[in-house]
């Protein structure tokens, strides 16, 4: 039997995940993150299906596993309507862009800022 070549982001094989090694201790909460490997052959196959918008949500997705649970969570909350302004949303994609190498969810969080502010639903500037 071929064994699976998927790996999580600690480098685990999938085949090396069980139960058994949550209850020794063994596997942490770590060797259960994706890798954005996994995510990306993932989009290509959404993609050869023809499913183009979950591919795009796939790549998003791999560019994200790069980043921390706390950073995760901040953009989710910059993207709260009323919650942002408009230059903290643009000045996010620019950090997203930058310092993160994640320009699908950079461009992402362009776009929600622009509807968030046609809308009226982000936070006025002080």
Do not use: W
Not at 24 to 36: M, T, V
């Amino acid at each position: 039997m071929k064994k699976n070549t998927i790996c999580t982001f600690s480098g685990r094989s999938v085949d090396e995940l069980s139960i058994q090694g949550i209850l020794s201790g063994d596997l942490k909460a770590e060797d259960f993150r994706i890798h954005g490997e996994t995510l990306n052959h993932q989009a290509r196959v959404s993609e050869e299906a023809g499913y183009t918008q979950l591919a795009e949500n796939l790549r998003i997705a791999a560019e994200l596993t790069h980043m921390s649970n706390e950073e995760i969570l901040d953009i989710y909350n910059t993207l709260r309507p009323r919650r942002t302004s408009y230059k903290e949303m643009i000045d996010m994609a620019e950090r997203l862009q930058n310092e993160f190498t994640a320009p699908l969810t950079a461009a992402f969080v362009r776009e929600a800022a622009a509807v968030y502010l046609k809308r009226g639903i982000v936070k006025e500037d002080k």
